[in-house]
């Protein structure tokens, strides 16, 4: 081989071998860049997971957080790990926001304790307002509040249970001005005077009793109110029967002063009796 051909072959193979050694160096810059790659996967799914479990720690029970999304980031074993761990974590964490709930009903609490204070919520500078003004209204008893005044007003077919002003109460006025109010019985008590207006045609129609410390007034002014027995125990009973065929029953009054107007045509057509050292109208 001549002097020439020696040194292309050498050429030729130094060529070769720097090429080689090229590619060997690219490659592995590519595998370093995989790996840092790969750690960048996993750093970033740790955090998230990291992220979940701050997320869970705030409260007891509750569903998943995406904290095993997160650790799914990483290779299959480390995604199974991540799923359980973040699943725990994440569960307290919806919890938390549920724990909320009972601060929600703690502020009821202390309305219900505020108004408590002062009474019924109806209840308002020492009077209790009782609105049953709506047909159909109050089908239930409607029982006046101790220690205040009460004034109800009961509507077309309203207050069917009746209406009962306690021995607690003060001042007492019940207004029956709809059609058939007030069906069942009225009961005046409390310390103070005790007023039933029945307004309303057929209205009162299961009558008037109780005691009251100071005076009971009843208006039987509709006609056919106050069909049933009227039968009132205080210092002073008025009762006056003005409206047509009102007071159809007996009214009996036991007091110092009683006094029975029997105004309505074809009123007081039961008995009216009067114990008292003052008797006046139809009082006998």
Same mark, same amino acid.
């Given at each position: ?25 690219? !490659? ?165 005077? !005790? *007023?039933?207006? !029945? ?41 006056? !029967? ?5 007071? *159809? ?11 029975? *107007? ?21 009082? *006998?």
């Amino acid at each position: 081989m001549g002097t020439r051909s020696l040194r292309t072959l050498v050429f030729q193979t130094s060529f070769v071998l720097f090429g080689a050694a090229a590619a060997v160096t690219a !490659c592995g810059g590519d595998d370093d860049a995989g790996k840092q790659g790969s750690a960048g996967r996993d750093g970033a799914a740790a955090g998230e997971s990291g992220n979940g479990a701050g997320a869970g720690a705030g409260g007891d029970d509750g569903e998943p957080s995406n904290a095993g999304n997160g650790g799914s980031g990483a290779d299959s074993s480390a995604g199974a790990a991540g799923e359980s761990q973040g699943g725990a974590s994440g569960e307290p964490g919806s919890a938390g926001a549920a724990g909320s709930e009972p601060s929600s009903a703690g502020a009821a609490g202390s309305e219900g304790g505020g108004s408590g204070g002062e009474g019924p919520s109806n209840c308002r500078n020492g009077t209790c307002l009782y609105d049953c003004s709506a047909q159909g209204a109050c089908r239930a008893k409607v029982v006046c509040a101790d220690g205040f005044d009460c004034e109800v007003t009961c509507g077309d077919g309203a207050c069917q249970g009746g209406v009962q002003c306690v021995d607690g109460a003060h001042a007492c006025t019940v207004v029956c001005s709809g059609e058939n109010s007030c069906q069942g019985k009225v009961t005046c008590a409390g310390k103070d005077a !005790c *007023r039933v207006d !029945c307004d309303g045609t057929g209205s009162c129609a299961n009558g008037i009793d109780g005691g009251s410390g100071e005076r009971i007034t009843a208006n039987c002014n509709g006609p056919q109110s106050c069909a049933g027995n009227i039968d009132a125990h205080a210092p002073e009973v008025h009762v006056f !029967c003005n409206g047509q065929g009102s007071c *159809r029953n007996a009214v009996d009054c036991n007091a110092s002063t009683c006094e029975v *107007r029997c105004n309505g045509q074809n009123s007081c057509e039961g008995h009216v009796h009067c114990s008292a050292s003052t008797v006046l109208g139809a009082c *006998r």
